[in-house]
């Protein structure tokens, strides 16, 4: 690892278009400047609303390194805010989910409702009268917002709105979405979370990384047919595309290779697989029915941390500078309940811990974070396919599935907010 150094850090110098510097991945001051330029200042994802369904439910969550709390009020609003008393900091609420009305401190017992103000606090007369409840609230996000029920915040002020964010990207979760007979996806599996030995970075790279497949799952490809394998092989004959949304927000499309409808789930023939269609074409019609069920879901990045991974839905948590925790839950299809026990064995036959998929990603992404220890190469290429990429009628940048489109992408929109240009 490199030296820590004392001076300025020039993210244009250390993040260029067809390379980046490795002590983006190694540097304890970089990471810091993350958790506040892209984690604190900017939007992030926090969770889905389906999570907290009732008045009163709630979780709690990391927001890069800060813990929040997700609630659902009793007028049915939802709030994001800092999971930290106002009195001496203590973190208030240690469940992971749960239903309440209140929240209350474990140290003094200082007590908040669902949207964070403070309520009360014990042996009042202390204070004289001159404690202002009104500015000890637990401090809410600067702005919340939520598009078809995935929620993101800001925690610091921002002249940004979600919908800037997101952009045209909005396409991609209205993809998963608009799979569902009801137009809505549920997260309410709960999470399975995997500590990594790497940079948070290197997660979202994997998973939009089309060219490390038939290296990286070669085991699984030997033992398992899925539909995966058509994509390793000789390069001319791979068909998917990686695509560039804009605002780091990118997309592998395996679609193009596809050969009939369902490739993605696995089955097309079966008895709830012919009412999930039934359900389908009465609210779109044949046509639109037969293209959903044909590209299937969105395999594509929301950034900085949400990975819409298909059928499964992933965070990445940043911990410490080489080690963050990979979240994942099944994306269920609301309407279609039946569904739901084949995603979630799909879910652990791909994303668990003794699955084929993500084990062998994560093991990459340590093997990764080992050799950008090396002080005698300093840089990470990311030029392939530059010269093949072409833009298409919606203002994409587009390319061939193997191509690092969807990491220049990435960091595009990184430089961008850690230059505050
Ligand atoms: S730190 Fe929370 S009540 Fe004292
Ligand atoms: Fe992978």
Redo the contacts with the bound molecule.
């Keep these: 690892m490199s030296e820590p150094s004392t001076e300025p850090i020039s993210y244009d110098a250390l993040v260029q278009d067809e390379r980046v510097h490795a002590s983006l991945y190694t540097d304890p001051r970089i990471f810091a400047d993350e958790m506040d330029r892209l984690f604190f200042r900017g939007w992030v994802f926090i969770g889905h609303e389906s999570e907290i369904p009732l008045p009163g439910d709630f979780v709690t969550r990391p927001i890069g390194t800060q813990p929040v709390i997700m609630a659902r009020a009793m007028d049915g609003q939802v709030s994001v805010m800092v999971n930290r ?1 106002a ?4 973190m ?1 609420c240690s469940e992971a989910r749960g239903n309440t009305r209140t929240f209350a ?1 474990p ?4 007590t908040y409702d669902l949207t964070g103000e403070l309520l009360g ?1 014990p042996y009042p007369t202390a204070y004289d009268g001159r404690l202002d409840k009104k500015t000890k609230s637990l401090g809410c996000a600067a702005r919340v917002g939520s598009y078809r029920g995935f929620v993101f915040a800001c925690l610091g002020p921002t002249s940004v709105t979600l919908e800037q964010h997101l952009g045209v990207a909005t396409g991609l979760i209205d993809r998963a979405c608009d799979l569902s007979p009801e137009g809505e996806v549920q997260l309410t599996a709960g999470w399975v979370k995997h500590r990594c030995s790497s940079n948070w970075k290197m997660l979202p790279e994997n998973d939009l990384d089309g060219y490390h497949l038939g290296f990286v799952h070669m085991a699984l490809f030997k033992s398992v047919r899925t539909q995966y394998n058509r994509f390793t092989g000789d390069e001319k004959s791979v068909k998917g595309v990686v695509r560039d949304w804009g605002n780091g927000h990118t997309e592998i499309d395996w679609s193009p290779a596809y050969d009939g409808p369902f490739e993605w789930f696995g089955t097309a023939a079966s008895d709830v697989v012919g009412r999930y269609v039934a359900a389908l074409q009465a609210r779109d019609g044949a046509a639109v029915m037969a293209r959903r069920v044909f590209e299937g879901p969105p395999h594509a990045l929301i950034f900085p941390n949400l990975f819409l991974g298909e059928m499964n839905i992933a965070v990445v948590e940043p911990v410490a500078v080489e080690e963050s925790v990979h979240w994942h839950t099944p994306m269920f299809l609301k309407g279609v309940p039946e569904f739901d026990r084949r995603l979630l064995r799909q879910s652990e036959a791909a994303m668990g811990p003794a699955s084929f998929l993500l084990p062998d990603d994560l093991t990459i992404t340590g093997r990764n974070q080992i050799g950008l220890h090396s002080r005698r190469t300093e840089w990470l290429e990311l030029s392939r396919g530059v010269h093949r990429e072409h833009v298409d009628a919606e203002g994409r940048r587009v390319s061939h599935l193997t191509d690092e489109t969807t990491n220049r992408g990435f960091y595009r929109q990184y430089r961008k907010l850690m230059t505050g240009a």
């Design positions: 008393c009195h001496r900091g203590t208030v401190c140290y003094h017992g200082w606090v």
